[in-house]
């Protein structure tokens, strides 16, 4: 679309979503806004489970890489077997580590939005 000067007319771009009624904040959120002692709650509740959450997969994080040497040291025929010629240490070390992690990943991700989903129904609620 061009204006009769020759310079393309203005075309104001806004959102789909200007139509939906916005939701009103509910009284946890003022509460955590004005740094209330109710506000200084619920975030600190917020705080203590995703502290909780963290923790926990460090604790297994450490837990399972740790732990593979020390079976490696007692397991004698865990030390000496071997899979296509690879030691399965090495084997262990090098791959089983991998989805491990990838799984602890996935884990913490699902737990900390579920986590922020009760934070935040939980302020709705006030």
């Given at each position: 679309?061009?204006?009769?000067?020759?310079?393309?007319?203005?075309?104001?771009?806004?959102?789909?979503?200007?139509?939906?009624p916005r939701?009103?904040?509910?009284?946890?959120?003022?509460?955590?806004?004005?740094?209330?002692?109710?506000?200084?709650?619920?975030?600190?509740?917020?705080?203590?489970?995703?502290?909780?959450?963290?923790?926990?997969?460090?604790?297994?994080?450490?837990?399972?890489?740790?732990?593979?040497?020390?079976?490696?040291?007692?397991?004698?025929?865990?030390?000496?077997?071997?899979?296509?010629?690879?030691?399965?240490?090495?084997?262990?070390?090098?791959?089983?580590?991998?989805?491990?992690?990838?799984?602890?990943?996935?884990?913490?991700?699902?737990?900390?939005?579920?986590?922020?989903?009760?934070?935040?129904?939980?302020?709705?609620?006030?």
């Amino acid at each position: 679309m061009t204006a009769r000067s020759g310079r393309p007319s203005r075309v104001a771009v806004t959102s789909p979503r200007t139509a939906v009624p916005r939701r009103r904040p509910g009284p946890g959120t003022r509460e955590i806004d004005e740094q209330t002692r109710l506000g200084e709650v619920y975030m600190d509740a917020l705080i203590r489970s995703q502290l909780r959450l963290s923790l926990s997969v460090c604790v297994l994080l450490v837990a399972f890489v740790g732990g593979l040497p020390l079976a490696f040291a007692l397991v004698r025929p865990m030390r000496e077997a071997q899979v296509f010629g690879v030691p399965l240490p090495w084997l262990l070390l090098a791959v089983a580590v991998y989805p491990v992690f990838a799984g602890l990943g996935w884990w913490y991700r699902r737990q900390a939005e579920a986590a922020e989903r009760d934070f935040a129904e939980m302020v709705q609620r006030g």
